[in-house]
């Protein structure tokens, strides 16, 4: 998780690759309620996630505040996820499993179908999920409607494709991460000066520091 009002924090900077009606732009504070987060407390989900209000997570009706700040519009993906520790789901699955082997000799059976352990794993699973409560968590967006450009506190794979793909799905936008490849092209008229593209596209990495290649 992370704060932009806090001192200091990592985020992924993106541009979206399309440009933005002004139609659009007027319905996203009923597109983030249209795919507001949805609680996940009384079903056995591992992971849900949506939006909420940048103010207050717990709030995905924009009561507290609105999403539009001046130019710019500002939310939180939230996402609330369940962990079954290893080591309870390792001690519940093979108490489920001598169980199952017991019954299975008392019916002169020699041994369980993988099938059937598949199948008692999946119930364990589902048993522990129901009584194990979700940890929530949130990450902050914010829109720059001039610029097209989108920030995101998280640099996490996993939670940048989530919400690169719930961006999309919620306004039909999709996102390119901003690379420097893709700010240099943000920076320079490549069309006046094709030379400065040939010098970007013949650049390698360099090591800064020994080892690191």
């Known amino acids: 998780m992370g704060k932009f009002s806090s001192g200091a924090v990592s985020m992924t900077r993106f541009r979206i690759a399309e440009s933005v009606t002004r139609e659009l732009l007027n319905e996203v504070p009923q597109r983030l309620k249209q795919f507001a987060f949805l ?11 949506g939006w909420a209000n940048i103010d207050d997570m ?10 539009e700040k001046g130019e710019f519009f500002a939310f939180t993906l939230r996402v609330d996820r369940r962990r079954i520790p290893p080591a309870i789901m390792k001690k519940e ?10 019954r299975a000799k008392e019916q002169g ?16 699973k589902l048993r522990l999920l129901t ?28 939670v940048v494709q989530l919400f690169m793909n719930q961006f999309t799905l919620s306004f039909g936008l999709p996102l390119e991460p901003l690379s420097a490849y893709a700010l240099a092209d943000r ?22 520091i020994a080892g690191v290649f």
Do not use: C, H
């Open 131 to 158: 009584r194990t409560m979700p940890v929530p968590a949130s990450f902050e967006v914010v829109w720059n409607t001039n610029t097209g450009i989108v920030y995101f506190t998280s640099t996490s794979t996993s």
């Open 93 to 102: 699955v093979t108490i489920a499993l001598r169980e199952e082997e017991e």
């Open 187 to 208: 920076l320079f008229d490549f069309e006046a000066n094709p030379s400065l593209e040939r010098a970007l596209d013949g650049m390698v990495p360099t090591a800064f």
């Open 39 to 49: 609680p996940i407390d009384d079903i056995a989900e591992e992971r849900g996630w």
């Open 58 to 67: 717990l709030d995905t009706e924009w009561k507290a505040s609105p999403p």
């Open 109 to 124: 059976r020699k041994f369980v179908s993988r099938d059937r352990k598949n199948e008692l794993r999946a119930q364990v």
